[in-house]
């Protein structure tokens, strides 16, 4: 379980959210660029640090300002998949992917992680194991940074615009493989978006930012894949 509860001071309004998502959920953050989603992400990845507030994941405190907690981002088992993908263009596709290993520790010191030909194959991108990002689709370096997201074996994980620089079939088949990873890793997921309909078919929680500030939080009660499509079952409704 993910709780987050923070207020960020930025330059032209205070960013304030307040949610919990349980394992096996995906929460949307939902709304127009510079609407501080992104920020959410960071804090939460400890990348920055909120003003105040409190973030826990599985029950440890991963930042709280009432008692001066501030867990280093290697530390914190939360894989994050960024924006642009963020892939090394002078590494091949297998040291992308073992460099998420190294560059991430439990708070004991251990590095917990599966081996990297099994998470590369799961996500059909073994065959390209000595490739560059140069030499990569769109796709192809989506499926490789969320490889190297999930590594570690993360509590947690962070996906910011992943569907921003794909095209519509891409974008469908990105959209199944995270459900599928939903239902596999049993983890919660925060996932950024501008785009309606992926808020609609991919979150069990939705929670749309303006300015930093949460103006409709709702939750889709189920649903289901069927082939290459996700529908949902009679009944269901975006609730706000």
Not at 216 to 231: L, N, W
Request: hydrophobic residues 35%.
């Amino acid at each position: 379980m993910l709780q987050v509860s923070i207020n960020k001071e930025l330059p032209y309004f205070d960013l304030e959210v307040d949610f919990q998502v349980d394992n096996n959920q995906i929460l949307v953050l939902w709304g127009p660029s510079g609407a501080g989603k992104t920020t959410v992400l960071e804090c939460i990845a400890g990348l920055r640090s909120p003003s105040k507030g409190s973030i826990e994941l599985e029950g440890n405190i991963l930042y709280s300002s009432l008692y001066n907690v501030n867990i280093p981002a290697r530390n914190r088992r939360v894989g994050y998949l960024f924006q642009d993908y963020a892939l090394f263009p002078h590494m091949t596709v297998k040291q992308n992917v073992v460099y998420g290993l190294s560059n991430c520790k439990t708070q004991t010191g251990e590095s917990p992680a599966l081996n990297f030909t099994t998470v590369l194959d799961s996500f059909g991108v073994l065959h390209l194991i000595d490739r560059y990002p140069g030499q990569l689709s769109g796709g192809e370096k989506q499926r490789v940074a969320l490889a190297r997201a999930l590594i570690s074996q993360p509590q947690l994980l962070l996906l910011d615009e992943p569907f921003s620089a794909l095209d519509n079939q891409s974008k469908k088949n990105l959209r199944q493989e995270i459900l599928r990873l939903k239902h596999d890793w049993q983890i919660p997921m925060v996932l950024v978006t501008h785009d309606e309909e992926d808020s609609r078919l991919l979150g069990d929680i939705i929670i749309s930012l303006h300015k930093g500030q949460v103006i409709k939080p709702g939750a889709r009660r189920e649903k289901r894949i069927t082939g290459t499509s996700v529908e949902s079952k009679p009944g269901i409704e975006f609730i706000t």
